[in-house]
């Protein structure tokens, strides 16, 4: 009998083990699961608030995809194991949801290609790298020409080009003669804004050009002067004027080859956070200035460019509170526009007025691979 009861009694052991590790398991991803839905919530929240004044929320808004993943994850756990606190989690994946939109977007899925019509425009938009003019591999020039026609032979209304160079004396980046002359009979409009030059009587800045006259052109000074801008150029159409801005905010001016860390990891990680912290800080206030210009103007809005920051940014839900986005309205899966080794980079965005515009066509022209972004196009009907 002894021996029986010492066996008896070391099950009970076990079982009693084996709950209290149950209970101990269930009792710690409770608490990981509230720690991860008061992040989510305050990640969410981070949007709403200026980096330009508590740079903190800059850093904060880049844990959303991740607070996303980990609630999906929290979840399907709960409810195979058929718990309840499957909702906390369901709730804040609610809640969030202005943040897939963002991330991806099912509104292009019956994509195709769309003609332009009379009540319809057209819009490009295109970080080209400055034409390449110090990335030559070669005194062929074969990317700098491959840009510049791929450009001629897009034949969109409107081309937002952000990083543009144009050297009048050199043949063959003298840029702005050869995309405004076009191969049509009708030469193309531009309003051009340079920030800077170099040795070569090169400058650099940012340009629009229009198949459609201008009635008005300028610019959007930023508080703090840089090499990057904001312009805007109102165009008529028919009997309709559309005011197009074309941006490009501050660059994180983060090398791509200094983010490995292989010998000083610590050095790597103060390296991009010292940039990022500066980037949204100066963002911010450069998207201040663009929201509060786009309230004074008196036609309906397309807005274009290179925001340098991502859709879970303080910058992009800044735009996107007065303007709809188009890759949200017609674009198809992730679209992602960075053309690097941060490939899952969506940093180039159309926005426009909803109220007089209606998207109907966004595509990311992934198959161009010239610069180190693809340049989207976007086609809009005005109502």
């Given at each position: 009998m002894f021996?029986?009861?010492?066996?008896?009694?070391?099950?009970?052991?076990?079982?009693?083990?084996?709950?209290?590790?149950?209970?101990?398991?269930?009792?710690?991803?409770?608490?990981?699961n509230s720690l991860v839905l008061v992040v989510s919530v305050s990640a969410y929240l981070s949007v709403l608030v200026s980096p330009e004044y508590f740079w903190l929320s800059g850093f904060i808004s880049m844990l959303i995809p991740f607070c996303i993943i980990i609630n999906v994850f929290f979840v399907f756990l709960w409810w195979w194991r058929k718990r309840w606190y499957a909702l906390y989690s369901l709730f804040v994946l609610i809640i969030g949801f202005p943040f897939w939109q963002a991330s991806i977007s099912l509104?292009?899925?019956?994509?195709?290609?769309?003609?332009?019509?009379?009540?319809?425009?057209?819009?490009?938009?295109?970080?080209?790298?400055?034409?390449?003019?110090y990335q030559q591999r070669d005194n062929k020039y074969s990317i700098t020409k491959n840009t510049i026609g791929w450009i001629k032979n897009d034949t969109s209304d409107i081309k937002c080009i952000q990083?543009?160079?144009?050297?009048?004396?050199?043949?063959i980046f003298n840029t702005r003669e050869q995309l405004s002359a076009q191969e049509s009979d009708t030469p193309y409009y531009f309003h051009v804004r340079y920030t800077s030059a170099n040795h070569r009587k090169g400058q650099f800045g940012i340009a629009i050009f229009s198949k459609h006259p201008f009635i008005n052109k300028g610019e959007v000074?930023?508080?703090?002067?840089?090499?990057?801008?904001a312009i805007f150029a109102d165009v008529v159409k028919g009997k309709d004027t559309i005011r197009i801005y074309n941006i490009h905010l501050e660059s994180m001016s983060i090398n791509q080859n200094e983010l490995q860390p292989i010998d000083?990891?610590?050095?790597?990680?103060?390296?991009?956070?010292?940039?990022?912290?500066?980037?949204?800080?100066m963002r911010a206030g450069q998207v201040q200035t663009?929201?509060?210009?786009?309230?004074?103007?008196?036609?309906p809005v397309v807005l274009c460019g290179d925001l340098n920051d991502l859709p879970y940014s303080y910058t992009y839900f800044k735009l996107r509170g007065s303007l709809d986005n188009s890759f949200e309205s017609k674009g198809l899966g992730t679209e992602f526009t960075f053309n690097g080794k941060l490939f899952f980079l969506r940093?180039?965005?159309?926005?426009?007025?909803?109220?007089?515009?209606?998207?109907?066509?966004?595509?990311?022209?992934?198959?161009?691979?010239?610069?180190?972004?693809?340049?989207?196009?976007?086609?809009?009907?005005?109502?």
């Open positions: 021996p029986q009861n010492r066996s008896r009694n070391s099950r009970i052991r076990k079982v009693k083990y084996d709950s209290w590790r149950r209970r101990n398991a269930r009792r710690t991803f409770r608490f990981i509104g292009g899925i019956w994509k195709e290609n769309i003609d332009t019509t009379k009540n319809s425009l057209s819009v490009l938009s295109y970080n080209v790298r400055e034409f390449d003019v990083d543009f160079y144009n050297a009048e004396s050199a043949e000074p930023f508080r703090i002067r840089t090499d990057n801008g000083n990891p610590e050095e790597t990680f103060w390296y991009a956070g010292k940039r990022l912290k500066k980037g949204f800080s663009i929201t509060e210009h786009i309230k004074t103007s008196p036609y940093i180039d965005n159309q926005f426009y007025d909803d109220d007089k515009l209606d998207c109907i066509y966004f595509n990311t022209h992934r198959e161009i691979s010239f610069s180190d972004h693809y340049p989207i196009r976007a086609v809009y009907e005005i109502e």
